[in-house]
DNA sequence: GTGCTTGTTTTCGCCTCTGAACTAAGATGA
DNA sequence: TCATCTTAGTTCAGAGGCGAAAACAAGCAC
């Protein structure tokens, strides 16, 4: 029942280029011979379409490997200069812009703070289009250079060209973001949810990498998920999936600030489990996690039987190979706690699915959102590069 | 990151063949000009495929319309007759074995009575296979006619070729169906979860019908879901996702029976309604769940209350676009109380995906799983028509 | 230098799609 | 009755794509 899609004789070529490129990328220095190998792509093909990105200057000649007795490999490689993606991190108390090379080597990076409460769009929106520009102007690169600009934002992002943002906790409700920004800007625009932007970069460049099936979950001052199925985040419907932390763990429970009762954010999000233990915060709530964690509280033990139910039910549920917990709370619950949460997961799950799952940790730190906002545009660029070029020059 | 799959000319062929036989088949009696405007192929394409699949006798004519002023329009369909596929039902009561022809009409059926805690796997496998030989020859169909048989069990169907059950209701654990099945057929075999074969006939004909991103859940003894994502049944990694029924959503609530506490199946599921409602069944499950909701009790009223909590946690994980209520209990809860399930399953999930559901009652009876069942031959049929034949005959 | 090995490019044949010209089959009206 | 119009479906030539195999390139060993 998957929508039909006809396909002619050119798409075949479009596609076959995108395998060869992404082989290109996750791999690194590679042969024109090894690409046959891993891309199942003939010789000729290869050599022809190779031929053909050398040309764009869309990949670049990386040395050479001597083999015993033979003619030596020519190592290729994707052109980290031959382009350029902006990753933006729109959160409670900043806004981020950063200029990633195709490697996703940060080249520069500017953050604006931004007063609590005071979300104007208008000034959130200036702060990312002044920020691509001193990003740029630091790092030297054209704006010709730049294939796209990806911005992860807090809240609900409706599909479609306008970008239109739900934010509760941002006192947005219809915000058209992707709007406000084309007015000032002609570079491609991705526009989507901070957990998912998250969520992608763990997948592509931390701890998910490889995983097909996964789930990365954002433990923070919000909750939420990346549900990743056959390799891509899935986005349900309206592009809302994933939205984890408002599912229910304690039918008719504690009150969550969405107005709903029993989710699993108003157990294991920061101001729940402080609120649980408490502490009436000074304001730094890393410090304050660090106190709760220390003490002998029952918090503790209870967070961890929470977070347990909620990673089971996603095991129930997902059935995934992989769980990286990541979000600055789920990093510091894990450093010390992740064999209690594997046990709370175990005990609140079916046994197939809970053996086929591991749970992980996030190796990326706080930048994950900008960077993986910025993979919005590599994505873009591996699955259809002439395609991205032509948008970002025209 | 989808895999790298590398396309020949070939493939293309192949996939446009599919293309065009899914919209001959669920369109109906359709031209040959109606097929270019839906398929998005040339006339020219259109025309040499659908000689060769009449060729094959694969299609057939279905008469002509009259146009005002030109040539007649040639309808076109796919031959109800071309295969058979055998869909099959392993129940906790009974083995049902039904012959469907390509339209999904059923041409024959037959049940065998499994005594209760007497589910021996290889008397299941042996009333199987005479059920085949059976609906065949009361069909007057030949072995070589059957394109695949479909097999929906209850647990959870490891993935891979020996078809390993494991059914903690149904004493089974490690069994291989498939296996056992092989021995006594060389006809291509699919064994999936019966809730899941459910959801694949709800989805392709019921009141899933053109949903792309749907859950379909059932309702009975059991209680799980079939999560569809792009038009296709989403498995997992180890093809168990869709344990609804085992989320929590009373961190350790109610005990259920596959040994952990506060699961949905624990509070919606048949016997926890009647244990809730403090009925003790004389056996007819059905009569004693008319009394209970004919009955002014309270548990109706919080059986709805736990049900739209469990919706409401697909709706903001999930997000789909149709939520579909399937079982002989979902149905029956249903028929009275759709309207407070909804207002339930609002008050439990966010605003924004909640607007983009719609939830519908099941209009399939309880022959679903086995016509589901026998879909799972149909879609390998429609995906590579020729491929399926090939392995049909061999 | 001559043979051997391995990597890369070129040549050639086959396949698929599409646009355009062409054929088929009925309606219409003088 | 028959020329003309309209719409449906078929055929053909051309372009683009892939793979097998032959050809070419570039080292090593003796």
Redesign the interface.
């Known amino acids: ?9 050119r ?2 070529r479009r ?2 280029r995108a ?1 060869l490129l ?2 290109l990328y996750f791999s690194g220095p590679t042969s024109r011979n090894d690409l046959t190998a ?4 003939s010789a000729a093909t290869v050599s022809t379409m190779t031929a053909d990105l050398l040309g764009e200057n869309i990949v670049v000649e990386a040395g050479q490997v001597e083999s015993d007795g033979g003619r030596p490999r020519v190592l290729l490689r994707v052109n980290p200069e031959y382009g350029f993606a902006v990753g933006v991190d729109v959160a409670e108390t900043h806004v981020r812009v950063g200029l990633f090379d195709l490697e996703m080597t940060e080249r520069a990076k500017v953050d604006y703070m931004l007063r609590p409460a005071r979300h104007d769009p208008e000034l959130v929106a200036r702060h990312i289009l002044s920020g691509v520009e001193v990003v740029l102007s630091d790092a030297g690169v054209a704006p010709e250079q730049v294939l796209g600009i990806g911005v992860g934002v807090p809240g ?1 992002v ?1 599909p479609g060209a306008d970008g239109v943002i ?1 934010a509760k906790t941002f006192g947005w409700d219809g915000v058209p973001l992707g709007a406000l920004l084309r007015r000032g800007t002609s570079l491609p625009l991705y526009v989507d949810n901070g957990a998912k932007t998250m969520g992608q970069a763990e ?2 460049f931390g701890s998910g990498r490889g995983a ?2 996964a789930v990365i979950v954002l433990l923070g001052v919000g909750v939420g ?1 990346t ?1 990743v ?4 985040t ?11 932390g ?8 504690r009150p969550c600030r ?1 107005g ?3 989710c699993l954010e108003a157990y294991v999000g920061i101001e729940a489990i402080l609120d649980r233990a408490g502490v009436t915060s000074q304001g730094d709530w890393e410090e304050d996690l660090a106190g709760v964690l220390a003490s002998e509280s029952p918090v503790v033990e209870e967070t961890v ?2 977070l347990g ?1 909620g990673l ?2 996603l095991v ?6 992989k769980i990286v917990i990541g979000g600055w709370v789920g990093v510091r619950l894990g450093e010390s706690l992740l064999p209690g949460i594997r046990r709370a997961t175990a ?7 809970y053996a ?2 591991s749970i992980v940790l996030g190796r990326l730190g706080p930048d994950a959102v900008a960077l993986g906002a910025a993979t919005l545009v590599l994505e873009e660029f591996l699955n259809a590069p002439q395609v991205a070029r032509i948008t970002a020059a025209g």
């Open positions: 029942m998957a929508r039909p899609q006809r396909r002619t004789v798409d075949i596609g076959n395998v992404r082989a891993r891309t199942g792509l609900i409706e739900h997948l592509w097909s099936e998920a549900i199925a056959d390799g891509t899935f986005r349900g419907v309206s592009s809302s999936a994933g939205e984890w408002h599912t229910k763990i304690v039918a008719n429970g969405c709903g009762r029993g039987t929470y139910v089971a039910n129930n549920l997902i059935n995934p190979e005990a609140n799950s079916l046994a197939e699915p086929a799952t």
